[in-house]
């Protein structure tokens, strides 16, 4: 067992403010039409206790229903929505008692007394809103829509809607505690998680899929409760203590319900195709230039592959983990430094926070320019606290919504990205007490859930304007932050169990629209043994972005010659499958579909693709299901079609369970039969060219399924390649743009054919071998 970092004790984690009812809900019981028109329909409401409001339904971007209720008597208090607004159309139509509003692919009838929804989509499945679950003895058991008012003076607005016993849901962002979160009760609340196995999660996302066709987005930016059946096995609540309930409806299949958040929120960054070659982090620990060279000289002088080198906490001096200047007693030449690396093909991440030391020399600056998160007013107001426990002195937060915080802070990262470097890691930013009071009037219990997308939109404005890119490699998140591009999952433990987190928590991430997340290879706190470094590779290899990171040594040859030529194995394979990656990548931007693919996204009504939860489709053609417990075993289940082990052999045929039993040095990979899969050599970087050179590797080729697959490249170009295979066993290769270089291999050592061409011209066929 690993000893606690120094950062777990007694490290400041701000809690969300309770919600504790001062009286019981007060439940919506009628409602009139004000307004009926073609933008939807305004209805006047009151509730059990006679309060009057107003409930809009509206249809919106996506092909959604966007619902609003607001209470006349709402505490008034700055609101910041996260969702863009737009006018859409639909049909209205009134008759005695209900009104229905006809969309593109749902409608949804109110009834107007009692007041109660009901959406039906496309397939004619009907989503019934809860408004009357009760015990035996006549009491509520979840919260109808209404109101509540709370202890603080806050008012807590709530919904319920009817769960299908079989019915599972997904998303809310990153969760460690599982991909199906049914029966649990999951608060929207940015928090250091400490680790990766508890309930906290460093991404939060109140957008919620469901296995039944529909999804939903609370537009807010407090903390969102969500009990998922756990109170009641019947019913699904959300709980927003917002002075206005603001949610969309969403149906459809999951692809298409991600989609629609997409649509309502805006795409995903597509990171550059540098970014998606390994990255491999010196540790959390001192480092000197010296030991950055050193580095990277082993790193080329053993071919192993490697885009960015990351320089964590120290490049900064201790007690100033924020300023952005560099320890120049550890890094006397930081231009130098970076001249030397980028001569060796090396992009540079730089560690950072938004955390201001109170040792450092800007802290008085800053505080005497009001530029810090305050408590109140007056001398002494600034928040000061210890988000990183012992590791770190006291800090305070900087005021992000302030213009002169933003234009200093800006001013701070220019300088250390103009020196060289390519991309900052943005850590923490969960910090923001419920207490706290913002320049522009947000209070904590607000602002604390956006803070993480002020800080990651100020961080890849300037990284745009230096770096020519806006990516991020950031740790915490909510609604929109897809458009930072990368997430990774936090500091995991060295433990089977983290690995096992982790995975869930990406996958998760997966159905809440953030399609490209990472995490840190063989844990952050503790060592991995050998066995636990080398599958956690393999995963990680195998993620959507890759990077080895921790508080010791995760250089791949410091565990042994076995794991290093494992490793190595792993690595080479990610580099041949780029062309394929950086495709898939790009159909996640177009798409909003995820890299990483759970099962229960593409077979949502097969049960076993719901309980198969530690594996992914990586892109849509390969099965990927990492080891996570040693030994080399595990059940893994295969989606319809055959699957063929990426090194050959005998296709698996699915859908079903298979137990697999995989030596150290084997991927735990397989192909799709009928896939064209597009590679390249590996190399020992990705860099940001276009591929020179394409192999395309036909798996288990047949004359009843021609392929096709699309070569994209970062330039935003594209070529189909299509693939065809005769009766008489002719192969015939087309392209639709002329000059690829383009080889064809197939993963089918007993597969021959009579001829080969491509685009006409005669080639010969290898046997994909890695």
């Known amino acids: 067992m690993s000893s606690p970092h120094p950062r777990d004790q007694a490290a400041y984690v701000a809690p969300p403010p309770p919600l504790t009812a001062a009286r019981p809900a007060d439940p919506v019981v009628a409602a009139s039409v004000a307004r009926a028109a073609a933008e939807g329909v305004v209805l006047d409401v009151r509730t059990a206790s006679g309060r009057a409001g107003t409930l809009r339904l509206r249809p919106a971007r996506g092909g959604c229903v966007r619902i609003t209720l607001r209470m006349t008597d709402a505490p008034a208090a700055p609101r910041v929505r996260v969702v863009p607004g737009s006018q859409e159309r639909c049909a209205v139509e009134q008759s005695s008692g209900t009104v229905t509003l006809r969309l593109a692919t749902l409608r949804v009838e109110v009834r107007l007394s009692p007041l109660t929804l009901a959406l039906t989509d496309r397939h004619c499945r009907t989503l019934h809103q809860a408004t009357d679950v009760s015990d035996p003895a006549d009491r509520p058991t979840v919260l109808p829509l209404g109101v509540t008012d709370l202890t603080d003076g806050r008012l807590a607005h709530h919904d319920s809607w009817v769960t299908e016993p079989d019915e599972h849901f997904y998303g809310l962002g990153e969760r460690f505690t599982g991909l199906d979160l049914r029966g649990q009760q999951v608060e929207c609340w940015v928090q250091d998680a400490l680790g990766s196995t508890g309930t906290r999660s460093y991404k939060a996302v109140p957008f919620l899929l469901s296995s039944r066709g529909y999804a939903v987005l609370v537009d807010t930016t407090t903390p969102a409760v969500f009990d998922l059946a756990h109170r009641n096995t019947g019913a699904w609540t959300m709980t927003v203590p917002d002075e206005v309930l603001d949610y969309y409806l969403i149906t459809g299949s999951p692809a298409e319900c991600l989609a629609a958040y997409r649509a309502l929120t805006g795409p995903a960054l597509l990171p550059p195709k540098w970014a998606f070659g390994p990255w491999i982090s010196g540790g ?26 990351h320089l964590d906490t120290y490049w900064q001096p201790h007690g100033s983990w924020s300023d952005m200047r560099w320890d120049t007693e550890a890094f006397p030449d930081p231009p130098g430094l970076m001249a030397e690396l980028a001569a060796q093909r090396f992009h540079v991440s730089l560690w950072m926070n938004p955390y201001i030391g109170v040792g450092s020399p800007y802290f008085e600056e800053v505080e005497r320019n009001g530029w810090f998160l305050r408590t109140g007013s007056g001398p002494g107001a600034t928040w000061v606290g210890r988000p990183w426990g012992e590791a770190h002195p006291a800090t305070a ?75 991020t490699w950031g740790r915490s998140s909510w609604t929109g932050g897809q458009r930072h591009g990368a997430k990774w999952t936090g500091d995991p433990n060295a433990s089977w169990q983290d690995l096992a987190s982790t995975l869930r928590a990406g996958l998760s991430l997966s159905l809440s629209g953030h399609p490209f997340w990472s995490h840190d290879i063989g844990g952050f706190h503790g060592t991995p043994d050998s066995e636990l470094f080398v599958r956690w590779a393999q995963y990680g290899l195998l993620s959507p972005l890759s990077r080895f990171h921790g508080m010791t040594s995760r250089l791949p040859w410091d565990f042994g010659e076995e794991a290093y030529a494992a490793v190595l194995h792993a690595a080479r394979l990610r580099m041949r499958l780029l062309p394929y990656l950086y ?43 990492p080891l996570y417990t040693p030994g080399g075993r595990r059940q893994v289940w295969f989606p319809p079609g055959e699957w063929v082990p990426y090194r050959g052999g005998a296709p698996v045929g699915g859908p079903a369970w298979h137990a697999v039993e995989l030596p150290l040095e084997a991927v735990p990979l397989w192909l799709r039969a009928g896939s064209l899969l597009l590679t390249s050599a590996p190399a020992d970087h990705a860099g940001g060219a276009p591929f020179r050179e394409v192999t395309a590797v036909w798996v288990r080729p047949a004359v009843s399924r021609p392929s096709r697959s699309v070569l994209h490249e970062p330039d935003g170009t594209r070529t189909t390649v299509s693939a065809r295979l005769s009766d008489a066993g002719d192969l015939s290769v087309r392209t639709d743009v002329p000059g690829l270089r383009l080889r064809l291999a197939v993963a089918d050592a007993r597969r021959t054919f009579a001829t080969a061409e491509v685009d006409g011209v005669p080639t010969t066929v290898e046997t994909w071998s890695v």
């Not at 010296?290 to 990277?296: D, F, L, T």
């Not at 933003?406 to 220019?414: A, E, T, Y």
């Not at 943005?426 to 419920?434: C, I, L, Q, R, S």
């Not at 898939?584 to 990483?596: D, I, M, Q």
């Open 397 to 471: 937060l900087l005021d992000l919504t302030h213009p002169g915080a933003l234009d200093w802070f800006r001013s701070r990262m220019r300088e250390a990205l103009a020196g060289g470097a390519s991309v900052l890691k943005t850590d923490f930013g969960e910090a923001v007490p419920a207490d706290a009071v913002a320049h522009n009037g947000l209070t904590g219990d607000r602002l604390h859930n956006l803070y993480p997308l002020l800080y990651n939109d100020l961080a890849a404005e300037v990284t745009r304007e230096i770096a020519g890119h806006g990516l």
């Open 583 to 625: 495709g898939a990548a790009v159909e996640a931007v177009r798409t909003g579909e995820p890299l990483a693919r759970p099962m229960p996204l593409d077979h949502p009504a097969r049960p076993d693709a719901h309980a198969a939860d530690l594996q992914y489709l990586l892109g849509r053609d390969l099965l990927v299901a």
């Open 284 to 309: 959390f620990r001192r480092e000197d230039a010296e030991e950055v060279r050193e580095r990277a000289r082993r790193i080329r002088a053993r071919g192993f592959p490697c885009d960015v080198l």
